[in-house]
């Protein structure tokens, strides 16, 4: 159980183009899920909580203009990272929280989308 | 001060050592705490959640000291699978937003 996926795992895209990652939640709930970006040698940075029939709670920081995140219903959550540059290039990672009442806080993560901006 | 620290490493071991990793934590508040593993170019997986009583599963024992704000995690007959990096992870807050430290690496040698 608890499984995340993520789709795709891996992107190259032109500067200047928009790419979009869906996580999906395959065998629970998730009113909540995460977004974090991942570089080379430094931890896990949380970018943006998505909740599901809300908007998005974006970190200080992260311009939620240019990282659009949709959670369409609790098992589906985007991530669409607006006019990419090369400096968005990247290992974005979601995570989402089991709904059910006595589920405790571990996150489950997905297995990551590796994005290269040319 | 950073949230969650870690000692990156790397730690080299050999195979059958025991190895422990602290982390310490800044926010006292903090409520809940996880060992995760990652191996490189991997999304983290859940080794284990640590709770105040402390909590044992197999080889890796973990440990949380809420006074002094640290928990740690003990390995014990280490095994060449056991390479990874160990992510150090705290939540906080209602939605449980936790914070990642910068993971410790091990690296087991035969």
């Known amino acids: 159980g608890a499984v995340v996926s993520q789709h795709p795992s891996r992107v190259i895209c032109k500067s200047g183009t928009s790419v979009k990652i869906e996580c999906r939640s395959l065998d629970f709930q998730a009113t909540t899920m995460f977004w974090y970006r991942q570089f080379p040698k430094q931890s896990l940075m949380l970018m943006a909580t998505?909740?599901?029939?809300?908007?998005?709670?974006?970190e200080q920081g992260v311009e939620k203009d240019k990282f659009l995140i949709n959670h369409a219903s609790l098992t589906l959550s985007t991530l669409t990272v607006t006019s990419a540059h090369p400096e968005d290039s990247s290992f974005y990672i979601c995570s989402a929280r089991d709904l059910k009442v006595g589920s405790s806080y571990e996150q489950y993560f997905g297995p990551g989308t590796r994005l290269t901006v040319t | 001060r950073k949230e969650v620290e870690q000692d990156p490493g790397p730690f080299n071991v050999p195979e059958g050592a025991t190895v422990a990793f602290n982390c310490t934590y800044s926010?006292?508040?903090?409520?809940?705490f996880f060992w995760y593993r990652q191996d490189c170019r991997k999304e983290p997986k859940l080794l284990m959640s640590?709770?105040?009583s402390g909590n044992e599963d197999g080889r890796f024992t973990a440990q949380l000291n809420r006074a002094s704000q640290y928990i740690s995690l003990l390995i014990r007959d280490s095994k060449l699978s056991d390479s990874a990096t160990y992510l150090c992870v705290v939540g906080t807050g209602g939605y449980q937003k936790v914070t990642f430290g910068i993971g410790t690496k091990l690296q087991v040698i035969p």
């Open positions: 640590v709770y105040s």
């Open positions: 998505s909740n599901e029939g809300s908007k998005a709670t974006y």
């Open positions: 926010n006292s508040a903090s409520q809940s």
